[in-house]
């Protein structure tokens, strides 16, 4: 076996250095690019989103235990031959899920289910990150075996593409092209750093990649969209925004899905009339969402009515506008409009109180994103800046002949949470429900909302007096109600966002897979089943190492799998934290991510360059991790600092590069096996994904998930003082 | 019982109903569990050896073991006898506008008691129903309502017409058929909305009984009928062809799904073969897919292609066609094929004016097809 071993001489060790920086580098770019690509393919939900994840921790963690075994023989050459793999594979990965609804049969513009979803993550994740699992053993082979230095290198790397590609390729920059850039970066650094006999193959494939991923991105895309006629794509920081042209028609959708079509009445009326029409006057109007689909021209044909248009994405509204009708632009141009760009949750925290009116016209509550709007908390945020009497106002989508039980809960879920912050609630039947809520009453009653309409002067296609009387006939209206009024249903809150739990049931029960019936299973289980239980056959399980005489190997592996667990959860919920306190702010999210990388490198540096035993400083580690954790859990029912998040994060990675460090040197002591303890951290963080933030942090909340995760640490701190401190391995 | 009590009760059996909400309701058992499935006996099929049967409802044909379930769902092989599990147990009861079915040269103005069960012998993937289509009845919520009381409900609220309508009415045909026996003898019309995936045998019986069918015509290609109906077209054109021949009134509506069935060249096949086959009198409604279901992701159907469909079906000799799902278009109104005035004006489910008079224009006199009265 070559070794690479880093030397008195700056350059040799740079050299040395490389490669697994750029392991790094690359495992992050991939992935955040993934996720990107993959949330534009498939529906982005929140299940989906952590399929993704959940895969891709999965066969990294597979390729790190199974190339353990097997690379004692390797060559930088070998290295860098796997590199240039690994760039070929991604390109064909990412261009096998561009075209993914062919491969599938389905139709551009046809739902998919999660079995697809799950299947096409797990496929994509195979083919880019277990070779990348792979290849944190063949570098810690050519390290001398030294693989926490590689941890280290691997988690600089990672640190350097959170933040590259968070502030410097995607808002400059489309996914394909700051894909493209950063293979060419990263392949060339590559054969650079690892110097294979044969350079000229390598540079070639990854020119190559990195010239197809630049100059294919726009042609695959209308390929894949056909027949349906793409006009213009544009990656932006919030996602892709895609305009189709049907005839005369420009549908706007983001990361797949329709935001709006124009010109369509019907749902810009209903945004809109049937808020404004509840009281005599609404003169300051706050919209979130909506604004070029027509809503707020539909409040424009109120002369007195001034209106403030709250978007997240400039790029998507100015993309939006390019391609719409002069009409559309007037609006949004009227003095009477005031677009802003920013977080509408964010913004309603900093508004000054005395609105008529507050819509929301968003995407449906299917991640945790967007369920931010319709939680308990916005609630009461909506009702701080409401004037007196003021209406709230929020549409989503249903069925206009059938509640569904699954249909239902969500349903009956929103209007309980909306009825213990307003003391009138009324939900507008239809194919969409539009409920509105108040401190004052309301009325849906059609020749109300009719004669309103009239004597404002309003002229509508769909709200109106000829439509109405059908939609809201009693029969309607009282079969919603009866569906609504339920009491036995846990509340939509921030840091238990149950909402888009039940809205994943709703979308799951489309297909005709296991899906629905297996998330209905974990809607049912009582909370003690999926908590608690496996806390106690974890301490059970951990009962035989514990009182064995001299320990086995693996049983220092037992703090990495805690803290692959518990880091990805901290990393997840802090986010959730941040959002739900602070809003949805690209640049801060991007940072906080980049902070947990820098505090993992950091730890992982101290660690490595400590002399004393780092087998003894485990349980202090360990027990500063458990600190952090209740401090986490203290600040989730008060006022955030701004600082706090960042802080949590950059701590909660700093302690857990430092133990894993430690963990992982007591180890090697005692077992050859260079990828054990990086495999163990990664499917550790896979199970925290799959089960954490699918399905116990909307069920049953962050404020239960943290707990149980004190009491992981602390089973766990209890096995390292027993385990470690009086027995040798 | 207490209104809010007696609504909630109400909702676990899936049923309230009426304008006149209490009175209507007490007529019916919904308190307490929902009702069982209903075991009654089959009709248009016929037993083999070894327990088996062949269904003879729809060109599906299923051949079913004991304890199977033909497609649809709602029908099953019980010892070598075929139930019906829906009879007398309708999962969605409304009421709504006759136009809205759309039925536009039937009773304008009136309205109907929608009548719908658990399941479908088709699978669209722009189904506005699928959460009852697409389930079986034992996973949604049904309720009590025997035929006689259909009926007595339609009565009550003073409906023109029962519409069977929703899912397929046709995979609850033995529900449907005695459902209409008891609503005719209340002088009730009798309407079936369908996909027209029927043989050609109980279709024949059920023409007996219903005053008026509208038809929806998915797309005039087998291939698409094959890959987004799960269906056949030849057997929908039949029906088509068996409808306009009886007594019963005859609509059909073109749901125009973007890139999927609105290239002219098959809206004009469409028309042509209307008037070919069925008559150029027959209306035919272009309407406006939003975006449901599974292709929830596809943009709606600009009017402007709606416009240029109707146009093409003008153009084809068609003389009553609309555009529909447009409220306030122009394309909704009826106009005289002689004369050419507006003589019925709508907007969205509303009559604005009604100018014929006996079946004729007030105009010029000239007939228009139609059961007006």
Redesign the interface.
Known sequence: MQVLRPSSSRRLELKASTPPFLLGFMATSFQVYLLREFSAQFYGNELNYGFVLAAWLLWGGLGSLLAGRRSRRTSPATLALIYTVIQILLFGGFLFLRFSRHLLGLLPGEAVGMTPALGYSLFLSLLVNFPLGVCFVVNARLLGGDSSRVYFLESLGATLAGVGVHFVLIPYFSNWTGLGLVTLVSGLAAVLSLKPKRPALPVAATILVAGLFTAADVHTQKLAWRPLNLVRAVDTRFGKVQIFRTDGQVTCAANGLPVFSYPDPASAEETVHFAMVQRPEMRKVLLIGGSAGGAAAEILKYPLTEVECIELDPVMIETALEYLPAEARKALENPRVKLVFDDGRRYIKKAIPGYDAVMVSLPEPATAQVNRFYTLEFFMEVKRILAEGGVFSLTVASAENYISPDLGRFLAGLNRTLSLVFSEVEAVPGSNNVFLASDEPLSIDPLFIAGKLETSGVKNVFVNREMLPARLNPLRTEYLKAKLDRDDLPVNRDFTPVGYFFHSIWWAAQFKGPEAGLLRFFAGQPRGRILDLPLLLFALLLIPFAAARRNRPSAYLVPVAVLGITSIVVEMSVIMIFQASFGYLYGRISLLLGLFMAGLSAGSFIAIKSRSNLGRRLPAVQALKILLLIFILSALDRPLAEFLPFTFLFLEGALCGYLFVAANRTFQKSADHPGAAYAVDLLGSFFGVLIASSIIIPLWGVPALTIRLIWLNLICLAFILVSFRTKTA | MKR?LF??N??GT??????R?PEFCSDLALAGPPPKLSHVEARYYRKLPDREIICDLCPRKCRLGDKERGYCGVRENIGGTYYTLVYGRP??V????IE?KPFFHFLPGTTTL?V?TAGCNLNC?FC?????S??RPEQ??NFDLPPEQVAVQAEKNRCSAVAYT?TEPIIFFEYMYDSALEVRKKKIRNLVVTAGYVNQDPLNDLLEVVDAVKVDLKAFSEDFYKE?VRGELKPVLETIKTVAKSRAWLEIVYLVI???NDKPEEIRQTARWVKNEVGDHVPVHFSRF????????????????LELAREIALEEGLKFVYVGNV??HEGENTFCPACGRKIIGR????IENMDIVEGKCRYCGHPVPGVWS
């Open positions: 809010r609504l909630k109400a909702a899936g049923l309230v109903i009426g304008t909400l999962c969605s409304n009421l709504d506008p809205k929608s719908a993937k506005q129903n699928w959460e009852i697409q389930f949604v919520e929703y987004y973007p890139t999927l939003q975006p449901m279901y599974l292709l929830k992701n596809l943009p709606p159907t600009p009017v402007s292609t409220p306030g907007f969205g489910y509303r």
